[in-house]
């Protein structure tokens, strides 16, 4: 079986949903567009298994099954090298895609263990914890990557973002301004200053 890398894998889907933005954008009008009722389920490898999506939605219990081998694969791979933070970081990403946070959290800081000024790692574990409503939490991880890094933009737009989410709007304003003050060129200030009209 072909060992995809997870870069690989999602570089491939964006070149693919790109390829059908801009197919169905200049798609011309006169032509006859594709039953969006369509009541039944495709049968396909993606479908399979989801009878019905409102009561099976995306989750780890419907994983394929060539990702599964996968998964168990490079956790071998990791269980017999638990130095090699490169496939400890596949195998947690993996984890992470399939649902399974709370597994990806103990690989994510296995490598923490080994090099804890990863700042990619501190920033995939403050995504999890972001998405799990643990604002508290995701916004120490962020920090810990401006200690790391001061001058990292997109932490300082992402600490904004967090205090935003957890309703702290005026830390959120000073975070921003204080983004928007120091890197004015940068792409996360120019997001900063959206954001802050929307606060």
Known sequence: MMNIKPLYLYGGIAVVAIAFLIFFTTKEDNEIPV???????????????LENPVQNPPGKENVSGEIKH????????????????????EYADLLAAAHRSEEAVIYYYTILNINPRRTDILNKLAFIYFTKNDFGKASDLISKILLYEPDNTEAMYNLGAIAATSG?????????????????NSDESKLAENSLKKL
């Open 70 to 89: 996968q998964m168990e694969k490079l956790k071998e791979e990791v269980e017999a090298n638990p130095g090699d933070t490169l496939k400890v970081r």
């Open 168 to 184: 702290n709007k005026t830390e959120a304003k000073e975070k921003w301004e204080e983004l928007i003050k120091k890197y004015p």
């Open 35 to 49: 039953n969006i009722n369509q009541k039944e389920m495709p049968e396909d490898d993606i479908h399979k298994g």
